[in-house]
């Protein structure tokens, strides 16, 4: 398991040092976090003074050249080095081992397995606690795949963004326009920032008194690699790379020193020159913004210009924290790259780098404290696959052609599909979809459904006699009902009892009765008459409209019959019950311009022959999209035997409008399929009163209570909305790295379009979320292969 444990450190040996100790997965928040204390301890920033001038006292680094006093032998000196090496590895474990800091000590134990891979960081900013040589602590020993790196208490993360273009200089028409670089936004910038290969800038600085070819051929020997030498450049040259080109791997090998105060140090470029890191500021910044993961300095005395990369946000930098001999580097430099480019992490390649060190140590003694990383902990190390399996960048001109290009194949292409109807299935099942996730409502209160069951038509017949409807309607009479909808077809008489409801339908002005209208050409479809005795002026039509598959998703407000029809009127029954109910309110139609009818709060538009997922629709006939209500609750509903023998309250009848029908499915199968079918289980068809019933809800409610009605947004609008997924779907491909993250970006836009479309839906606007999911992973499905052209 790889665990990441951060050991912070504040203060100091002269004043004791407050510890806080924090564990967890690599990649994750830490799980543990406790606290300690370690003492003042002088005594071991002085033993490690005496440690450094013996051990600098051997001379023979890769130092800027400095005179040198030897007055003992040098045998004497590497036996004084290591006896000092040893005591102060004993000072550390003595301190370390201190009992205010025992319990971090043991939490390590127990938090850690041997089997780990660990990353153990220290942040200080005390320069004595960062030259400490902290491999010495005698727990790491159990542990053979943990590190230690150092890292400052203050640190921010560096956005990884694409390089500018580079100042434009005199040259061709074909370095400026990217129409003549090979296609699409330049190509020839493109093989400055090949994918696949790691890209190494490798300054060989002042080499005077030591070997720096070996350096060299581990270099040129790397796989997948791509290594760029400047030999003893001038400052201008290492500037231009810099800010020219797209660098993983920054290399240093030659002289170098640091400031005694640790914070600072130089680089000797050449013979005559050297520069510190301030001087390249703005060439590091600008190449970390661009991808550089790694700094290697192979030389001298590196801590103080590591510090200095920190502060630049350089995410790793491997220097040696003391001067350092030609063989010590270059048996460093050459296993750590055998490791890391053989797979290992950065971590466990530097420790299997040092421990191989232990060689040098007849020659130098405590070699293998010298190499150190640096760690930016707000990045994670590479590995050196990663490297070189990078995806590569390209310039933003090609990146707005690419995502231009994808947004207007996707949206074409979506649009041309949605005008054949190729979408128009899937659209009609998202809505369905949609309408089944709103919140249910609370149930019309204006509206009450007296049914006939299959025990009712068990107990009156079928059809039900004539008398027996006469009885209802006269026992809903008496507590005065605002309106009473019959959906039961009465063209002629049906058993006992015709003149008492002849006589109902004369005289009861709030009766409402039902006819069919004639389909030519339809032998199932030659109409029905509506009852003989009901005036036109109190008569509907059944007819509905149901789309391809079934589902009745539209409502038909009018229709204009033939004149030879015998269903002679224009309204849909569920439209004549509504208003004859709000009428009584002395609220009436209104017609508006563009074919728009107002009534009360509502202004009802007609659909048109394509609109919305709708193509080619026959839209004769006033129709409007169906708002309907939670089909179990939406009224209140009591059986035709229940009113026969005078069990209904009184209040559920006055003033409502009542609806008398059938609900027997077995008896009478008028009933439809709704976008709620596919909810049940076997799917539930709606019966045919229950759905005149939701079209008067519908209506009144749009009338008295501002109810939403479903309307479908302009096709100007339509397009706004396909055209806006593409350039989501165009822009998640362009800025991300990796197709996974695109995909998984994707997937996640597309949930939030569902949100919202399910969002405007409640408030009544009807948007194309199909062809926006399709047109969003289109444009994200061409760019992303546009990109790898």
């Known amino acids: 398991m790889e665990k990441l444990v951060v050991l912070k450190l504040d203060d100091n040996l002269t004043k004791g040092v407050r510890a806080t100790l924090e564990i967890g997965p690599e990649g994750e928040r830490a799980t543990v976090e406790i606290q300690g204390f370690l003492p003042p301890k002088l005594e071991i920033a002085d033993n490690y003074d005496r440690w450094q001038s013996v051990y600098r006292s051997l001379g023979d680094f890769r130092i800027k050249p400095i005179a040198i006093t030897i007055s003992e032998s040098r045998t004497a000196q590497l036996s004084k080095c290591r006896e000092l090496a040893e005591q102060l590895s004993l000072q550390i474990n003595s301190w370390l081992d201190s009992e205010p800091f025992r319990k971090l000590k043991d939490t390590l134990l127990v938090q850690l397995n041997p089997s780990d891979t660990v990353r153990f960081l220290i942040k200080t900013d005390d320069i004595v606690l960062r030259r400490l040589p902290w491999y010495c602590w ?34 061709t028409l074909s370095e400026f326009s990217p129409l003549f670089k090979g296609g699409w936004g330049g190509s020839a910038d493109l093989e400055k920032y090949p994918a696949n290969r790691v890209k190494i800038l490798a300054i060989l600085g002042n080499s005077e008194n030591i070997n720096i070819e070996q350096d060299c051929k581990l270099l040129e020997g790397l796989p997948s690699a791509e290594v760029t030498f400047l030999v003893e450049p001038n400052r201008r040259k290492i500037c231009q790379e810099l800010w020219e080109n797209n660098w993983d791997i920054l290399f240093f090998a030659g002289h170098s020193d640091s400031d005694p105060s640790g914070r600072s140090g130089k680089f000797y470029i050449n013979k005559t020159e050297s520069l510190t890191v301030e001087e390249l500021k703005q060439g590091f910044k600008l190449a970390v913004n661009r991808g550089l993961q790694l700094a290697i300095l192979n030389s001298c005395d590196g801590l103080g210009i590591a510090r200095q990369f920190e502060d630049l946000g350089i995410p790793q930098t491997i220097v040696m924290r003391e001067p350092v001999c030609d063989r010590v580097a270059q048996d460093f430099l050459k296993y750590f790259l055998a490791s890391f480019c053989s797979g290992e992490s950065l971590y466990v390649s530097v420790r299997l780098a040092r ?21 930016n902990p707000a990045a994670n190390p590479p590995t050196w696959q990663e490297l070189a399996n990078k995806p590569a960048p390209f310039p933003w001109r090609r990146r707005l052609q690419i995502g231009l290009l994808a947004i207007a194949i996707s949206a074409v292409s979506v649009t041309g599909m949605r005008s054949l109807g190729w979408l128009q299935i899937w659209e009609l099942q998202a809505f369905d979809q949609l309408m089944r996730l709103r919140p249910a409502e609370s149930s019309d209160s204006r509206l009450l459904l007296v049914e006939a069951t299959e025990t009712d038509i068990e107990k009156y017949g079928f059809p039900l006699p004539d008398g027996t409807i006469a009885q209802a309607v006269a026992n809903l009479a008496q507590y005065r009902p605002q309106t009473i909808a019959l959906d039961i077809f009465r063209p002629r008489p049906s058993g006992v009892g015709y003149a008492a409801l002849a006589a109902s339908f004369q005289s009861d002005r709030s009766l409402i009765g039902l006819c069919s209208v004639k389909e030519s050409g339809k032998p199932n479809k ?24 079934g589902i009745l998703r539209r409502h038909l407000l009018f229709m204009q019959p033939q004149t030879t029809d015998l269903c002679a009127t224009e309204h849909s029954l569920s439209m004549r019950a509504a208003l004859h109910y709000l009428a009584a309110k002395g609220i009436t139609p209104e017609t508006l311009s563009g074919d728009k009818i107002g009534l009360g709060k509502a202004v009802f538009a007609p659909i048109h022959g394509s609109t919305g997922a709708y193509q080619n629709l026959d839209n004769r006939g006033f129709q409007i999209m169906l708002n309907y209500r939670s089909p179990r609750t939406f009224i209140q509903r009591v059986s035709l035997t229940e009113l026969l023998e005078g069990k209904v309250s009184p209040n559920l009848i006055k003033d409502r409008i009542i609806f008398i029908g059938v ?8 009933d439809f399929f709704t976008p709620y079918s596919a909810r049940e289980i076997p799917y539930q068809k709606m019966p045919g009163v229950l759905l005149q019933a939701q079209m008067s809800s519908q209506i009144i409610s749009a009338a008295l209570d501002g109810r939403p009605l479903l309307q479908i947004v302009p096709v100007w609008q339509e397009m706004l909305w396909i055209l806006g997924g593409a350039a989501v779907g165009s822009a998640i491909a362009i800025v991300s790295r990796r ?13 939030i379009l569902v949100g919202i479309c399910w969002f405007l839906l409640i408030q009544g606007w009807w948007v194309p979320l199909v062809p926006s999911v399709v047109a969003m992973l289109g444009a994200c499905g061409i760019a992303i292969v546009c990109k790898r052209i």
Do not use: M
């Open 138 to 171: 005698n727990i790491f020993n159990g542990y053979p795949k943990a590190e230690i790196a150092l890292s400052a208490t203050a640190y921010k993360k560096i956005p990884i963004s694409d390089p500018p273009k580079s100042p434009l200089r005199r040259g």
């Open 355 to 375: 421990q191989r060190l232990a060689e040098c140590e007849s020659e130098i003694p405590a070699a293998d404290w010298l190499p150190v990383i640096c760690q």
């Open 526 to 549: 030659c109409g029905i008459k509506p009852p003989p005795a009901l005036p036109k002026e109190r008569l509907g039509f059944s007819d509905v409209v149901a789309d391809a598959d």
């Open 663 to 670: 609900t027997a499915p077995i008896s009478n199968p008028d």
């Open 739 to 751: 197709r996974l993250f695109a995909v998984l970006r994707a997937i996640a836009f597309a949930g």
